[in-house]
């Protein structure tokens, strides 16, 4: 890269970090800020490589630092509480809404599917001024609290639990959005998620998603049919 780009390059990073915490690699700042023209203004350039990591897996294109990532043994259910220092970002991996049954579950998956939300217990035609996320996915609105499956930079994995209703945070986000927790408490190898704690950055990658309803759907019809056949053995 010529002294210009780099400079440029730079005051990219700085700005995602910033903003979103967002940390990128050398390799994936290189290789992005190879694609775009020097006289792009620094807002456009910004705005392009914030949605890319927004797209991307974050095991490959955001620093894996330990500073920047979860501890490796967040997990462990032994350590009855503790607080994570700074903010990580964290991609979504899977998504239950546990105040629902799994027929419940199923009914809002499809409902998202042909683009109904929910409010309360009515079913809307969900539109662009409905609630979304900042990929544009409509988030269904209502139940919970969620549990979470997540995934730092470095490919660590941990659920997390919505203690309290999150602006943002429901059955219609996209597999593979994007969230910074900031100093989030852990309790016995779960992070316990909050309002304060923790931001929605959205985002979304279509080949996760796309194979996580279809499998999704899948388990839930598997339990409930294996639960239905438990109770007639037993009957």
């Known amino acids: 890269m010529t002294t ?13 970090a910033s903003s979103k915490s967002l940390h990128p690699t050398q390799q994936w700042l290189s290789a992005f800020m190879s694609t775009q023209k ?4 620094l807002p456009a350039l910004t705005q392009t490589a914030s949605f890319r990591l927004l797209s991307s897996d974050i095991t490959t294109s955001l620093s894996s630092d330990a500073s920047y990532c979860l501890p490796p043994d967040v997990s462990d259910v032994h350590i009855k ?18 105040s629902k049954s799994r027929w419940e579950q199923i009914e809002a998956i499809e409902a998202l599917e042909r683009g109904e939300g929910t409010k309360g217990r009515e079913i809307i035609r969900v539109t662009n001024t409905e609630e979304e996320d900042d990929s544009g996915t409509n988030v269904s609105k209502g139940g919970g609290p969620h549990k979470l499956s997540l995934q730092d930079a470095r490919g660590t994995k941990v659920f ?3 203690l309290n209703e ?8 996209s597999i593979g959005c994007k969230l910074v927790l900031k ?12 309002p304060a ?39």
């Open 4 to 16: 210009q780009t780099i400079q440029l390059a730079a005051e990219v990073a700085a700005h995602l």
């Open 38 to 41: 020097s006289t792009t203004p």
């Open 81 to 98: 509480e503790r607080r994570l220092q700074g903010s990580v970002v964290l991609q979504l991996l899977g998504i239950e809404d546990m």
């Open 160 to 162: 997390g639990i919505e």
């Open 166 to 173: 999150i602006r943002g945070l429901g059955l219609g986000m």
């Open 183 to 194: 100093n989030a408490v852990v309790a016995r190898g779960v992070i316990l998620m909050e």
């Open 197 to 235: 704690s923790t931001t929605i950055l959205g985002g979304k990658i279509d080949a996760w998603h796309k194979s996580w309803k279809e499998n999704r759907k899948t388990e839930l019809k598997a339990a409930i049919e294996a639960s239905e056949r438990s109770a007639r053995s037993s009957s």
